[in-house]
């Protein structure tokens, strides 16, 4: 697990860093899938691990792109969210036997819940500390929404193509 986990915080900063930070539609949509390594975190991590490893995943963005520390605040609200969110989604606690959050252990509609809250928050906190400015309140949001739509595209596209077979068969709860 943490192999894996290793190798997925490489490959998403590398690819934020050199394929998602050169994207930018119209000056409103900026994906930001690396977040997809909080959101996949197995669901039994501890606490300060969690926020640790969130927040050397932002930090390690931020030193490469000279955002000072955008994107390791976001990441590290997002993982102290994380555990009142995964509440939210879930009605019990017996639901998360699974290991790992993804689409085929919690199925379509509660992945998408999860992930798109997880996503809306991360958003909303770097656009806010980027323009930072009350009265670009509508600029804020319209640029989170739209980013957050591009990234969870992202995301889904990214859980079909790597999530076992069983996706195929999941259904919508």
């Known amino acids: 697990m943490v192999v894996r986990n290793s190798i997925r915080f490489i490959l998403l900063i590398l690819l934020q860093l ?22 996949l975190l197995p669901f039994d991590i501890k606490g300060m691990v969690l926020l640790f490893t969130s927040f050397i995943l932002g930090l390690t963005l ?29 009605s019990r606690t017996d639901d998360m036997q699974k290991n790992q959050p993804n689409i085929a252990s919690m199925g379509t509609y509660r992945f998408f ?38 990234t969870i595209i992202i995301v889904f596209i990214h ?4 999530t076992s077979r069983k996706v195929g068969r999941v259904y919508i709860r």
């Open 113 to 150: 819940v999860y992930s798109y809250i997880m996503v809306f928050i991360h958003h909303l906190c770097i656009f806010s500390m980027e323009i930072f400015r009350f009265n670009e309140f509508g600029e804020i949001i319209s640029r989170t929404f739209m980013s957050s739509i591009f």
């Open 62 to 90: 931020d030193l490469f792109s000279l955002t000072l520390g955008i994107n390791a605040a976001a990441c590290t609200l997002v993982a102290f969210l994380r555990p009142t969110i995964l509440r939210l989604v879930f």
């Open 18 to 39: 050199f394929i998602f930070n050169r994207i930018d539609f119209g000056g409103s949509v900026n994906p930001f899938p690396y977040i997809l390594f909080t959101i």
């Open 159 to 162: 859980q079909y193509l790597f």
